[in-house]
């Protein structure tokens, strides 16, 4: 069954620490993966997707097929990082299937 | 301006009303998308178009219902609403894009049921 999951409902951490939201994958064909971020009173935008292999706002994220995980990582968090972040994995069918989220919280 | 619109933003009405929530883009995408997320839960797919006059149940079974009778607009219905489909619903659109498929969303429609 296709599924993702994201471990950690909130993730606290110290400004300038380094961040890793977990993202773990099950997909029998070969996975497109993405990374979306909402931040407070704004709409779910895209951040990252694997095939780029871009780092957005500091973020990278590497697709790990041994591992089925696609984590993404900040080495120096900032407060503005502060957001809910969902994964998501693209079937054959180009539907979005999401993880459950995880929020980020960076204090100063 | 290029974007995916939703109203209403929010709504309050009672048990067995029927309400639309409406859903609009000027992207010109052909692929449109009908999620349900309670608050702190993940996102469900519920109903998903590929073009006109196509429309397909999503994941995860919804009583609404959608049409899609012209390319920009992706309206979901309720015919008798309930408390239990108190949620968010977000709309969304894509295209194949260079190295995938880029979703678009709106800004979602908060749904209350009395």
């Known amino acids: 069954a296709q599924r993702v999951t994201q471990p950690e409902k909130l993730l606290s951490v110290f400004k300038g620490a380094p961040v890793e939201l977990k993202c773990n994958y099950s997909?029998?064909?070969?996975?497109?993966l993405f990374w979306y971020v909402q931040y407070s009173r704004q709409r779910l935008q895209l951040l990252l997707r694997?095939?780029s292999r871009e780092s957005i706002k500091g973020f990278t994220a590497d697709l790990n097929k041994g591992e089925t995980s696609f984590h993404l990582k900040k080495p120096f968090a900032q407060e503005e990082d502060s957001a809910m972040y969902y994964c998501?994995?693209?079937?054959?069918?180009?539907?979005?299937?999401f993880g459950s989220g995880t929020r980020l919280l960076v204090r100063p | 301006e290029a974007d995916i619109y939703q109203t209403p933003r929010y709504l309050v009405i009672g048990t067995g009303k029927k309400i639309t929530l409406e859903c609009s883009q000027t992207?010109?995408?052909?692929?449109m998308y009908w999620y349900q997320q309670d608050p702190g839960m993940e996102l469900h797919l519920i109903h998903y178009?590929?073009?006109?006059?196509?429309?397909e149940k999503g994941d995860l079974s919804s009583e609404s219902t959608v049409s899609r009778i012209r390319t920009e607009h992706f309206p979901l219905t309720l015919e008798s609403a309930r408390p239990s489909h108190t949620s968010q619903y977000l709309c969304?659109?894509?295209?194949?894009?260079?190295?995938?498929?880029?979703?678009?969303f709106g800004e979602g429609s908060w749904l209350t049921v009395v």
């Open positions: 969304a659109s894509s295209e194949p894009g260079q190295g995938g498929n880029t979703i678009y």
């Open positions: 997909y029998s064909g070969s996975p497109e």
């Open positions: 694997h095939i």
């Open positions: 998501a994995l693209k079937d054959s069918s180009y539907k979005l299937i």
């Open positions: 992207m010109g995408h052909d692929k």
């Open positions: 178009s590929y073009g006109v006059n196509s429309t």
